[in-house]
């Protein structure tokens, strides 16, 4: 069996140099002091990714554990907690934060538009105490981008704790905790930054470290308790033993990213050739508008389901894309362009693949999609 191109948004394709990384010689980190330098250093490199000044933290555990470290470390049982619930992780996002014992407000709206800006200023207007609010940048079964840029003010302004779940467009969309109030931001290894999943990390304010220290109510939890990595490095010492091969993925995966100062463009000029051509050959986006950079989601035509599609796309011309799940489940297709797997070629042959099977299942394209593809870029 030929090994497929992956082209889902998360987990990417892995460059080879990432994955030598990864193999190379083995060390116990609890005893090594070069690796709590390494370690600092890696956190010294996300900082630069998150555009941020606020201490980083890398996790052991895929980036689901960014998200739950974070809602079991800020919250007390009876917290207000505003959630902006326009996706399945946003929603997820406010069920994590019940369990937590928070009273949940639920900012909803449909899963195929973003939540404004107007629109947090209004629900703020009513609710008037709140003390932390969950945002998720990129709605990933939905490729939808929520316009943090002027979300996070209107919080930030009233002393509302931010959490953000930038997992899968962080890297590859710009984003400016600092200058927009974002408390806690959280990322994922197999997003954009292409390393294999397994790790995830979070930048934490120093307002989101007071909030920790100051809370009243005993922690529950051990492995989700971020206030044990509060002195890790004054202490030499994490609170478990940490992914080492992992790691040192992750810290090449950083750096390679960090090399490359049109990322963001590079992100932006794909994303956008990727939904001309689709849309020019009579295919339907999935959000009405607020597409985002990293991932494209698209509706099923109609009369095509999506295990179909996928197992022509994979057994006839060995690529691999995703569907949705929940509520999207059989509505949307979704191809990854994040990171390593945000190159022409790739989506090219992503692209080509789709034509030939979409077709093969009796959907009638407006228009060459591949063609479409190559002119927008070289436009």
């Known amino acids: 069996m030929r090994e497929p191109l992956i082209m889902t948004p998360g987990p990417t394709e892995v460059a080879e140099e990432v994955r030598q990384a990864m193999a190379q010689n083995f060390t116990n980190p609890d005893l090594d002091p070069q690796f709590f330098k390494f370690y600092a250093e890696l956190c010294g490199d996300l900082q630069k990714i998150l555009n941020t000044k606020s201490q980083v933290l890398v996790l052991s555990g895929e980036g689901m554990l960014a998200l739950d470290s974070a809602l079991a470390s800020l919250i007390e049982p009876g917290d207000r907690v ?14 994590m934060a019940e369990n937590y014992g928070a009273e949940v407000i639920k900012l909803e709206k449909s899963y195929s538009e973003p939540v404004t800006g107007r629109e947090v200023e209004e629900i703020l207007e009513q609710e008037k105490e709140i003390d932390l609010a969950t945002v998720v940048h990129c709605e990933t079964p939905a490729g939808l981008i929520n316009p943090i840029e002027e979300i996070l003010p209107a919080l930030n302004e009233r002393g509302i704790i931010t959490v953000v779940d930038a997992v899968s467009s962080l890297g590859g969309i710009e984003i400016k905790p600092d200058d927009w109030g974002a408390d806690v931001v959280l990322g994922g290894s197999q997003k954009v930054l ?10 934490l304010s120093p307002s989101a470290w007071e909030k920790i ?4 109510a005993s922690q529950p939890a051990f492995y989700l308790n971020l206030k044990l ?14 992914s080492v091969s992992d790691i040192y993925a992750l810290k090449k995966a950083a750096e390679r990213l960090l090399a490359e100062e049109d990322r963001y463009q590079r992100h932006a000029r794909i994303a956008g050739a990727v939904r001309k051509a689709l849309q020019a050959g009579g ?7 607020g597409y985002s950079d990293t991932v494209t989601a698209v509706r099923m035509p109609d009369g095509i389901n999506f295990s179909d599609l996928n197992r022509e796309m994979l057994e006839k011309h060995g690529v691999m894309i995703a569907g949705a799940f929940a509520e999207l489940s059989g509505k949307v297709f979704r191809i990854g362009h994040m990171g390593e797997n945000c190159r022409e070629e790739k989506l090219y042959l992503t692209l080509k693949a789709l034509q030939h ?23």
């Open 229 to 242: 990595w509060q002195d890790w490095q004054e202490k030499q010492e994490f609170p478990y033993t940490p």
């Open 283 to 289: 295919l339907i986006l999935y959000p009405d508008f």
């Open 357 to 379: 099977s979409l077709v093969k299942l009796g959907f009638n394209f407006q228009q060459d999609i591949l063609k479409i593809y190559v002119n927008e870029l070289n436009s």
């Open 82 to 95: 505003l959630a902006l619930s326009n996706g399945i992780f946003g929603n997820g996002l406010a069920g």
């Open 194 to 203: 292409s390393a294999p999943p397994g790790l995830a990390f979070l930048s």
């Open 213 to 216: 220290e100051k809370r009243k």
